[in-house]
């Protein structure tokens, strides 16, 4: 399971930052600092998997002693791209290299969408950056990697966002239409 995405600027300011386990806000504060940290000061040779800081490690553990837990959000895998940090926090059932390839078809649908990405699209068109995860990532499970699909669905997306209220009916949402002799008469559903 994918417990958190996050996207961060090289400067450390969060441009996405969606959990799907509830934490605390101050302990998703605390995380996001000591992630960016983490990510930010390691070497371009470095792999692209880290334990998770021990400051989530230790809150999300149950109570229950002697059972290992697969639950336990325990990975932090990321990709830097030219001035963005894609992060994913997951749990270790999750493969971190199909985490990473998660990460490249969600730069390349941004990239598709936004017809060469920049941080300022995702600041200013951040609707579209959450509709593009909501179409590959619902509740923490991934449920779509085809980049084509990934893209189409966002595009519907937007088709229906832009289309009027009231099309394809008589009159305006909430109010009736006159016919006839004045009446009022009822169009709504």
């Keep these: ?95 971190p290299l199909a985490l990473l390839d998660l990460i490249q078809v969600f730069v390349e649908a941004l990239d598709r969408l936004f017809e060469n990405v920049c941080e300022l699209d995702l600041i200013f068109n951040f609707e579209t950056l959450h509709a593009t995860l909501g179409e590959m990532i619902i509740g923490g499970v991934v449920v779509e990697t085809a980049l084509d699909k990934v893209v189409e669905g966002v595009k519907g997306q937007a088709r229906v966002a832009k289309r009027p209220v009231n099309e394809g009916r008589g009159g305006g949402v909430g109010m009736g239409s006159f016919r006839g002799g004045g009446d009022l008469v009822w169009s709504g559903r």
Aim: hydrophobic fraction near 35%.
């Design 1 to 95: 399971m994918i417990n958190a995405v996050l996207v961060f600027n090289n400067s450390g300011q969060p441009r996405l930052t969606k959990f799907y386990t509830q934490l605390d806000t101050s302990v998703q504060q605390r995380l996001i600092s000591e992630i960016f940290t983490l990510v930010s000061h390691r070497p371009n040779s470095a792999c692209n998997f880290l334990p998770l800081p021990p400051l989530l490690a230790n809150s999300s553990k149950s109570t229950s002693t002697s059972e290992p837990h697969n639950d336990t959000p325990s990975i932090v895998t990321y990709r830097h791209y030219a001035t963005l940090y894609f992060i994913l926090i997951s749990t270790s059932t999750e493969s």
